[in-house]
Each structure stands twice: as C-alpha cells, then as structure tokens.
T-cell receptor
Framework: SQQGEEDPQALSIQEGENATMNCSYK?????LQWYRQNSGRGLVHLIL?????REKHSGRLRVTLDTSKKSSSLLITASRAADTASYFC???????????FGAGTRLTVKP | NAGVTQTPKFRVLKTGQSMTLLCAQD?????MYWYRQDPGMGLRLIHY???????AKGEVPDGYNVSRLKKQNFLLGLESAAPSQTSVYFC?????????????FGPGTRLLVL
C-alpha cells in the first residue's frame, strides 16, 4: 500500500508562476523525501526533511512538514519549463529501508 | 562515474519465460533496491539489500528473486514471467539506510510480458 498520497494528481501552470504540491501520509515517520522524475527517466532526489524540521529550502524549492496533520508540501517558485516532471513524496516505515512512494503529481510548466 | 546502470533497457517476454535484470553501481554503496513502477502509480519496493550477500523482501516480492553476490551488482530474476509483471523496473542504491540517505536511481528497464 502507498504511504504517501500526492495532491493534485496533475498541475498545469505558466512559466514564472509558483507550483505547490501536497503529500499526505498515514503513519508516523522519521523523515520525508521528495523526488522528481522526468518522463522516461529514473527518479532524482530533491530534498529530505526530518520529522523535527518544519521547513527546508533548496534553491527554488521550499518544503514544509506538519507532523500533526501528517502532511508535507513542496513549493517550486518561479517555475521553468524544465521543471516539467512528476514529483513524488517518499516515506520510510518499519526498518527504514522499506520506502513507500506516492502516486505523484504531474507538473506541466508551459513556456 | 556512471552512477547506477541497468541492463537491458527494454525486453519483451512470453508468459512463462525467465530473465534476469542486472543493476550495477560504481559509487561503493552498501544499500541497493529494486522497484517497479506501474502507470499512474508510485514506485513499489520489490526487494532490497543492505550489503553484499544479504537480501530482504519489500512490499511486492512475490514472483521475483534477487541476489547480491558482489557489492556493486544487484540482480533481479523472474523465474516464470506473468503479464502482471509488465512494468518499468528501477534499481537504486544508497550509501546508508534508504530513509536517511539519498537514493540514486538507474534509468529503468521496460518489461513487457505477453
């Protein structure tokens, strides 16, 4: 079963706009990770946020984590056409090697 | 560095046939993983390994076997392929425990079982 559930399933925006994706999960976690997948390619790690962190930044990416609501959000600011991809959240359960990925949000950035 | 490589890139099998998917990494990572990705779904963990000679089951291990005879290689085997195993298979590796370390993914193997 999937641990994380992304919302929305698909998002289409214009270049320069901000994109926000959400992830909800069911069980307690140690941390949460976000990955990007370009069409037909493998996943690329974006950012990891620990359960004791509320917000983390990396370049144009901003991730928040609310453990009380069991949710996380990924904000991409000033989006570019190259940001077009699917974005997945991932959490670990059990022995921390059993990673569970959500179904992803497909982001399309129109030039 | 090549990172994580997967062989083959694409394969078509008939039901009942067997095959082995090869994953290789040149980053000296201890941990390696096999996932499958089906349309509209996220990745699901099949098997993983925490070091040479060790393997463990993930979320969807049935119908698959794995081996980690060398640290740099992780093999995924299908003994008797079924149409339900049509999917894209991704291998990944990490320096430490997957939950705490970045996983590096290969480009994927597309498998079609007729």
């Amino acid at each position: 079963s999937q641990q994380g559930e992304e919302d929305p399933q698909a998002l289409s925006i214009q270049e320069g706009e901000n994109a926000t994706m959400n992830c909800s999960y069911k069980t307690s976690i140690n941390n949460l990770q976000w990955y990007r997948q370009n069409s037909g390619r493998g996943l690329v790690h974006l950012i990891l946020i620990r359960s004791n962190e509320r917000e983390k930044h990396s370049g144009r990416l901003r991730v928040t984590l609310d453990t009380s609501k069991k949710s996380s959000s990924l904000l991409i600011t000033a989006s570019r056409a190259a940001d077009t991809a699917s974005y997945f959240c991932a959490t670990a359960r059990g022995n921390n090697n059993d990673m569970r990925f959500g179904a992803g949000t497909r982001l399309t950035v129109k030039p | 560095n090549a990172g994580v490589t997967q062989t083959p890139k694409f394969r078509v099998l008939k039901t009942g046939q067997s095959m082995t998917l090869l994953c290789a990494q040149d980053m000296n990572h201890e941990y390696m993983y096999w996932y499958r990705q089906d349309p509209g779904m996220g990745l699901r963990l099949i098997h993983y390994s925490v070091g040479e000679g060790t393997t463990a089951k993930g979320e969807v291990p049935d119908g698959y076997n794995v081996s980690r005879l060398k640290k740099q290689n992780f093999l995924l085997g299908l003994e008797s392929a079924a149409p339900s195993q049509t999917s894209v298979y991704f291998c990944a590796s990490s320096y430490g425990t997957g939950a705490w370390e970045t996983q590096y993914f290969g480009p994927g193997t597309r498998l079609l079982v007729l």
